[in-house]
């Protein structure tokens, strides 16, 4: 089981920054793909961006330009580095490990972690 911990969410300003934050409990890199999500009330989850075991990556259009997703191999984690934030951006954020059994896929949630942009 791969148990995974977000944090750095917060309340900001709209044009502002986080840096979101996803450890995990093991090495996880060489063999998952993440993903950070995102959940507005009444709203499905959306994908926000994903980053390979390889590195690659990509993200939701609405987020292109804005935000970054990226890999600590060191330190087990992922971030979420979120700039010129609107308030559509406001969501509870889930950090998500993705890999395939055989052509199963098997998936790890975080609890997530609540981002609110307001002035």
């Known amino acids: 089981q791969v148990q995974l911990v977000e944090s750095g969410g917060g309340l900001v300003q709209p044009g502002g920054s986080l840096r979101l934050s996803c450890a995990a409990s093991?090495?996880?890199?060489?063999?998952?793909?993440m993903a950070w999500y995102r959940q507005a009330p009444g709203k499905e989850r959306e994908l926000v961006a994903r980053?390979?075991?390889?590195?690659?990556?990509n993200s939701e259009d609405s987020v292109k330009g804005r935000f970054t997703i990226s890999r600590d191999n060191a330190e087990n984690t992922v971030y979420l580095q979120m700039n010129s934030l609107k308030p559509e951006d406001t969501a509870r954020y889930y950090c998500n490990a993705e890999k395939h059994v055989a052509t199963i896929p098997i998936d790890y949630w975080g609890q997530g972690t609540q981002v609110t942009v307001s002035s």
């Open positions: 980053i390979t075991s390889t590195g690659w990556t």
């Open positions: 093991e090495s996880i890199f060489n063999f998952y793909a």
